[in-house]
């Protein structure tokens, strides 16, 4: 089956390791965001890290060491 049901526990309690991916760029992307699809079907945007540091960083959420 391409699909199945877990539960909940074993997502949450089984181990986890970070896969080795390199360093992350501003511009590799973080997150797919879906219009809400008012003026007609949803679309998916990619939005990459400078996007959420851009962000964070006006709203004053970033650590000095952090902000360039």
Known sequence: A???VVDADDVRYAPVEA???GPI???DPYAV???SGTTG???A???PYAQ???VL???GLLKPALVQ
């Open 25 to 27: 760029g501003y511009w």
């Open 52 to 54: 959420i540091h851009a």
């Open 41 to 43: 079907p949803s679309k």
């Open 19 to 21: 896969p080795d991916v």
């Open 45 to 47: 945007a990619i939005s």
């Open 33 to 35: 965001v879906f219009t």
């Open 2 to 4: 391409r699909y199945h």
């Open 57 to 59: 960083k006006e709203l």
